[in-house]
């Protein structure tokens, strides 16, 4: 309820404040109250907030965006999409936990069926106001699921690496929501300055959507093939969801 009150508030408040809503929603979406009272249960009902005040958000953004009349302008609304993208994104992802995997799985919402992990990534990335077909990205590999967001350039990928080396360099890596593709599987990485939660639709146990640690995330370590790209520090990316551009899918 604090949640839905706080984002009602932040949705009316619109953006006179913008540097005191900043802050605000930076100091809201890591409190300590949260992660103690997060459990393996889908939350639709604060899904569904979190989607409809993130378009507004995007809508209200996009309009300043396109009426900029400098770079500087342009790049200070851009920042403010990523603050707003990096807080909400992946309070969004949480609402799936506990949604059961199937690798045939197209649930639409937490808690609405089961979900394929290329179908839990494409569908809070559409929700999240991304214009693209969640269909045709789900039933892409990864690596294309990665290309459809981000240039060649800005994925990284990391062959037949032991997975301490890996996760130490990825834990100092810039903060972010980042795409993360595997041998058979693609997730998230919220990376921030404490290191990386790994979201997911696990085909392992226990069979759903979780959040896992460094050391818990079994199908990151067992992985040899590992292709990341940060979609919040890319300001094509950025301007892409604040303009509501479709996003071609890749190896379509």
């Known amino acids: 309820?604090?949640?839905?009150?706080?984002?009602?508030?932040?949705?009316?408040?619109?953006?006179?404040?913008?540097?005191?809503?900043?802050?605000r929603v930076a100091a809201f979406f890591?409190?300590?109250?949260?992660?103690?009272?997060?459990?393996?249960?889908?939350?639709?009902?604060?899904?569904?907030?979190l989607v409809s005040e993130l378009a507004r958000w995007r809508a209200d953004l996009g309009k300043r965006h396109a009426a900029a009349r400098s770079a500087s302008e342009r790049?200070?609304?851009e920042h403010d999409a990523r603050v707003v993208l990096e807080q909400v994104l992946p309070e969004m992802m949480r609402c799936w936990l506990g949604t059961p995997?199937?690798?045939?799985?197209?649930?639409?919402?937490p808690g609405g069926g089961k979900i394929a992990c290329g179908y839990f990534v494409a569908t809070v990335l559409m929700d999240a106001g991304f214009q693209v077909d969640r269909y045709q990205l789900a039933q892409q590999a990864s690596g294309n699921i990665l290309r459809s967001f981000l240039e060649?350039?800005?994925?990284?990928?990391?062959?037949?690496?032991?997975?301490?080396?890996?996760?130490?360099?990825?834990?100092?890596?810039e903060p972010g929501i980042?795409?993360?593709g595997l041998d058979t599987h693609v997730a998230f990485l919220?990376?921030?300055g404490n290191g990386f939660k790994f979201i997911h639709s696990s085909g392992s146990q226990p069979w759903c959507v979780v959040e896992e640690s460094r050391d818990e995330a079994q199908v990151l370590q067992r992985s040899k093939w590992?292709?990341?790209?940060?979609?919040?520090?890319?300001?094509?990316?950025?301007?892409?969801?604040?303009?509501a551009e479709k996003i071609v899918v890749h190896g379509t």
Not at 101 to 109: C, I
Request: net charge positive.
């Open 1 to 23: 309820m604090v949640l839905i009150l706080l984002l009602v508030w932040l949705g009316g408040a619109g953006w006179w404040f913008r540097d005191a809503i900043r802050s």
């Open 190 to 192: 919220v990376i921030s």
């Open 101 to 109: 995997w199937d690798f045939h799985g197209t649930a639409a919402k």
């Open 30 to 49: 890591n409190p300590s109250w949260l992660a103690s009272s997060r459990r393996l249960q889908p939350d639709p009902a604060t899904y569904a907030v």
């Open 75 to 77: 790049e200070r609304i």
């Open 226 to 243: 590992r292709m990341s790209g940060n979609l919040t520090a890319d300001p094509k990316v950025l301007r892409r969801w604040l303009q």
């Open 152 to 173: 060649k350039e800005a994925c990284s990928l990391v062959v037949g690496q032991a997975y301490e080396q890996y996760a130490a360099k990825i834990s100092k890596a």
């Open 178 to 180: 980042y795409l993360i």
